[in-house]
């Protein structure tokens, strides 16, 4: 589906690096196009780019579509993220934003900051995370229908811990979240016998592509990758725990990762994500890396 593409996505990219002002190898400009589907009729395209105007700062910009899987009323959301971090020999920060706005009936947002610290091969990494969201709820009350918007958040904070050493390199992450006096009100909303309409937005871990879009309980990720030549095979694993009805998703994905040229890399990936609601679906996806 995404192969025919590919060739505009690299002449559209070929002309923005080639535009006035632009030199080759000057700045480094690197672009990634991905599709992901599943089989339950989920899917998302995205695009991020990122910049790096020296080699210890960087900027990335990327956004996309995203539609849950049918169990989740087709939710289809818009996502914006934006990023800068900055590093050194042996320290690092970073701070990143991202949105997933349904504009009919439900939106979320973060706000993230890393601070990390760099010891030979291994890097540990302390992670903070401010989570809001916005649902829109329909209520048959006498006489009338009602619609009200419901907000509320959470603060998330964790670890992770990431190693290189070769060509093996490997990471492990996990946050967890408090949620707000507003979620309850919330919870206690969509239990009402008044309510008509919400967006299941706890389907949302059941698919690949909106796993973390949700109200996020708790979440945690751990992959290994090995690079032979130029090929890289890895294995990922996820598992987000909803805290609307305290179910588990887990995924496991399996990537393949081809540089054909230092300015172009395909990337080959699929697996599995089981739900504790929502049962077993498959997914696939492609992607395709450019720079200059």
Not at 82 to 90: E, I, K, Q, W, Y
Not at 120 to 135: A, H, K, P, T
Not at 229 to 258: C, E, F, K, M, P
Request: with cysteine.
């Amino acid at each position: 589906m995404t192969s025919p593409r590919c060739p505009r996505i690299r002449w559209v990219l070929a002309v923005l690096l080639s535009a006035p002002g632009v030199q080759a190898g000057s700045v480094p400009l690197n672009a990634d196009f991905s599709a992901t589907v599943d089989d339950a009729g989920g899917h998302s395209i995205d695009a991020d780019f990122t910049f790096s105007p020296t080699e210890r700062l960087n900027f990335n910009l990327g956004g996309g579509q995203s539609t849950g899987a049918d169990d989740t009323a087709n939710l289809r959301g818009t996502l914006l993220n934006a990023g800068v971090s900055l590093h050194g020999d042996r320290a690092g920060a970073a701070l990143t934003y991202d949105r997933f706005d349904d504009s009919s009936n439900y939106q979320s947002s973060t706000l993230g900051g890393r601070l990390s610290m760099t010891a030979g091969d291994f890097e540990i990494s302390l992670l903070g995370r401010r989570r809001d969201m916005s649902v829109e709820l329909t209520l048959d009350l006498p006489n009338r229908t009602l619609s009200r918007s419901v907000d509320f958040a959470a603060v998330g904070g964790g670890l992770q811990l990431a190693f290189s050493h070769g060509n093996l390199s490997g990471y492990a992450t996990g946050v967890t979240y408090d949620y707000d006096d507003d979620f309850d009100d919330f919870l206690a909303l969509e239990q009402s016998p008044q309510l008509a309409k919400r967006p299941l937005i706890e389907a949302l871990v059941g698919s690949i592509v909106t796993q973390a879009q949700g109200a996020i309980d708790r979440q945690f990720g751990a992959g290994v990758e090995l690079t032979f030549g130029r090929h890289a095979i890895g294995v990922d694993v996820s598992s987000v725990r909803d805290a609307i009805d305290d179910t588990t998703s887990t995924s496991v994905a399996l990537n393949w990762q081809y540089a054909q040229s230092a300015h172009l890399d395909w990337t080959l990936s699929g697996g599995m994500i089981n739900s504790d609601r929502y049962g077993d679906l498959g997914f696939v996806g492609v992607s395709v890396g450019i720079g200059n």
